[in-house]
């Protein structure tokens, strides 16, 4: 609801800002889809989840210096009103003048160089709805400021307001063992979501080195879960802390070195690193064929190693993604992550392709296996699912 | 629409009254070498780019805004911005061309908010599901080339220079590269492509040359690529060509998502 109002805050803004009729040019593009998942164990409620889901796309020049970007993602879920939403994913003023730019408003910002989950990718929380291995991002309220050197860019943000991660309805499962119940979400901030987060970042272009390190202070998009009030859910806990961070990205040829580390040091709790470490390879043919395939290798270190529901504290990350020719530009990826301690796995099959010039499927599959109850994996275990989707894009 | 001339249109446009009457030529790479010349000196340029492949009697059709940099002591620099088919609207490439034909690349993702740089070593792969190769779309400097022969023949009714050179750089897809070039303004207007077997796989036809500078600056707008092995053809159309782009600082990493 409060993303709703801050949302039509933000579209007040740019409709004034528009009705001059100042604008130079104005892109304007978008989907409307459909989206069905089924989860492989019939005994969850619900065992399908059907939505339908959109997205409006604007973007265009005020004046020489000024220009306004939108992009507002909604979903539909008939039955599970908890799980429909409006995101303001972009929805921001830029001014921009030489090196300098600023930014206010809703705005989506990737940090990161890995491929299988990126820990210095901290600012935008994650939209796990959309997308259970954390592409996607929800929009986050932020006044930016960046200076553009030629091979270096200082970024600073003022972050107003905190993005919950959505659970949509409470027996929606997330392979966490227990119901999640999102809308009793504690903070440790006083101000609850309201706390103000900053954010430092330099990054930068050496050669074929890229490179970026930040400072954050506020709250960890992360929560911990605590046990409900009847001990039959899991409510999500939101801490305050402090992290540094770095990632660095060399390529060589065919290969693409890849490092992020992360400190964290939680207010409330013991500090703890994690780091991720990878390689990258382009393929130029694939069994003789004209395929574009990269192959992706990547560990996963954390040094809490002790503490059973932290996921992903020493494990392996192998993936391939298939382009195929020709002009459906057609997707095929097939990874997992593999626990080296317990053995469990998480992983994925996905493939899209264009079938007409605006209309784009997907389908993906995931599934994880666990049997050892000191892994993360283990309420998980039997959480597969598969998720068709249709897209018409204009 | 204004054009300032710059020291390298000055320069061609002199070279250009140098050379233009003749016909003869001292080598092939010499041919190249004023060929290039009489391309370049619209400094900072932007295109509308329109792509039709033409597959097994299936159209498909790919638009994109092209911005070019011609920087004076290394590659271009390339910014093509996606529009259309619609689920890829606002994808972007960036592409710096290197002199040794390591080219350095990078995609931004809008769906992500993500720049990623990407490895450029598959130069023989095809763009973008089109009969172009990467390497047939990067810029034309002259190190990346050994011309080994130069002569005179008979193309579309024009007594062209015939050129042939072979790629030095790793993982091209050709054996050699036979261009023709029109003597009255050195651009070529076929291309033949001979993959590593020798074969003759492709052929490029470029047309619809229009002079800029009074005759000094030439560039094709109309590209037709057919590969011979596949039967299938890629269209290239510019349009609203003009001779100011973007700003020569949009051209780097952390800048060229910023371009639509």
């Not at chain 1, 801490?239 to 660095?248: F, H, K, P, S, V």
């Not at chain 1, 270190?301 to 195929?324: A, E, K």
């Not at chain 2, 011609?70 to 061309?97: K, R």
């Not at chain 2, 001779?243 to 780097?252: D, V």
Request: net charge negative; glycine share 10%; charged share 20%.
């Amino acid at each position: 609801m409060q993303r709703a109002g801050l949302l039509t805050c933000a579209l007040a803004l740019h409709g004034a800002a528009v009705l001059p009729a100042a604008a130079q040019s104005i892109d304007v593009g978008g989907f409307v889809g459909i989206e069905a998942l089924r989860f492989a164990d019939s005994d969850l409620e619900p065992d399908s989840i059907d939505s339908l889901t959109a997205e409006l796309r604007a973007r265009g020049d005020l004046s020489e210096s000024l220009s306004f970007d939108l992009r507002l993602y909604g979903r539909a879920t008939p039955g599970e009103p908890e799980g429909s939403y409006v995101d303001p994913t972009v929805a921001k003023l830029t001014w921009r003048r030489g090196p300098w730019q600023l930014d206010v408003g809703y705005d989506l910002v990737f940090w990161g160089v890995a491929e299988g989950r990126n820990v210095v990718n901290v600012l935008n929380q994650r939209d796990q709805i959309r997308d259970l291995f954390f592409d996607r991002g929800l929009g986050q309220s932020m006044i930016a400021a960046r200076w553009f050197g030629s091979s270096v860019t200082i970024e600073a943000f003022v972050l107003p307001r905190f993005e919950e991660l959505d659970f949509g309805a409470e027996g929606r499962p997330w392979g966490l063992g227990l119901p999640v119940d999102g809308d009793a979400a504690t903070f440790e901030s006083a101000k609850g979501a309201d706390h103000i987060d900053y954010a430092l970042r330099l990054s930068g272009v050496a050669g074929d080195l890229e490179y970026g390190v930040f400072a954050f202070d506020g709250t960890l998009r992360e929560p911990q879960y605590r046990l409900g009030p009847q001990g039959q859910t899991l409510v999500p806990h939101y801490r305050l802390g402090r992290q540094i961070g770095a990632e660095a990205q060399y390529t060589a040829g065919p290969a693409l070195y890849k490092f992020e580390g992360v400190r964290v040091w939680p207010d409330s709790d013991d500090s703890y690193w994690s780091t991720i470490f990878g390689v990258e390879y382009l393929l130029g043919e694939t069994f003789g064929q004209p395929w574009d395939t990269s192959l992706f290798a990547e560990y996963y270190h954390d040094s809490r190693r002790d503490d059973s529901s932290v996921l992903f504290q020493n494990d392996l990350f192998l993936g391939t993604q298939i382009r195929l020719p020709g002009t459906r530009d057609t997707e095929f990826e097939i990874g997992a992550i593999f626990d080296l301690e317990h053995d469990g796995v998480i992983g994925s099959v996905s493939l899209s392709s264009r079938l007409t010039r605006n209309l784009r499927a997907s389908a993906e599959y995931i599934y994880a296996d666990a049997s050892d109850p000191d892994d993360a994996l283990f309420n998980a275990r039997d959480f597969d699912q598969a998720s068709f989707g249709l897209e018409w894009h204009f | 629409m204004t054009y300032t001339p710059s020291r390298r249109f000055i320069l061609a446009a002199g070279i250009a009254a140098l050379v233009a009457p003749r016909i003869a030529l001292a080598g092939p790479a010499d041919a190249m070498h004023k060929s290039r010349e009489l391309r370049r000196g619209l400094t900072n340029s932007m295109a509308d780019v329109t792509m039709t492949i033409t597959a097994q009697g299936r159209a498909s059709v790919r638009k994109m805004r092209q911005y070019v940099l011609e920087t004076p002591n290394s590659g271009n620099q390339t910014i093509n911005v996606f529009s259309s088919p619609a689920d890829v609207q606002g994808v972007s490439i960036l592409t710096h061309s290197a002199l040794n034909g390591d080219d350095r690349q990078w995609l931004f993702l809008p769906s992500v908010g993500r720049v990623k740089r990407i490895s450029s070593s598959n130069r023989s792969g095809a763009f973008v599901g089109s009969d172009f190769a990467y390497e047939d779309l990067s810029s034309l400097e002259l190190e990346k080339y050994e011309f080994t022969a130069a002569g005179t023949s008979a193309v579309g009714g024009v007594n062209a220079i015939e050129v042939t050179y072979t790629p030095r750089y790793s993982g091209t897809g050709y054996s050699a590269i036979r261009s023709y070039l029109d003597p009255s303004h050195y651009q070529p207007i076929q291309n033949h492509y001979f993959n590593r077997r020798g074969e003759h796989m492709k052929t490029l036809h470029l047309g619809g040359y229009k002079s800029y500078g009074g005759g000094a600056i030439w560039r094709p707008h109309h590209l037709v690529m057919t590969d011979h092995a596949k039967g299938s053809t890629t269209e290239i159309v510019f349009s609203a060509f003009r001779s100011n782009g973007t700003a020569a600082a949009n051209f780097s990493a952390n800048r060229f998502e910023r371009v639509s």
